[in-house]
């Protein structure tokens, strides 16, 4: 939790001090709360999209203590999370 200067705690039910309604985060039907821009590429559109991506990434031979350090799984985790996925949607790892 975060404390205010002044001892208060952020989730303190206080109904007239909102410290977040200056912020612009607001959801709304333009798009996401955050204002970052958009990632280059395509979006997964599907399960089968992640587990294409899994397919390359495994077989793209990366070392495994890049894989480790870009994913935050080893070989081993991500060939049971391709595994899973695989057999969730019925095909051939």
């Known amino acids: 939790m975060t404390q ?3 001892g208060r ?3 303190d039910e206080d109904e007239d001090d909102d410290d977040w309604a200056d912020e612009p985060w607001g959801m709304d039907d333009d ?3 955050h204002d970052l821009p958009d990632p280059p590429g395509a979006r997964l559109g599907s399960a089968g999209d992640a587990l294409a991506v899994l397919q390359w990434y495994l077989r793209a031979g990366y070392p ?3 894989v ?3 994913t935050g799984m080893n070989h081993v985790e991500l060939r ?3 595994a899973g996925i695989a057999a969730a949607l019925g095909v051939p790892a």
């Open 80 to 82: 049971r999370l391709e």
């Open 9 to 11: 705690w952020f989730d």
């Open 31 to 33: 798009g996401p709360d």
């Open 68 to 70: 480790e350090r870009f």
């Open 4 to 6: 205010h200067g002044d």
């Open 64 to 66: 495994p203590r890049e």
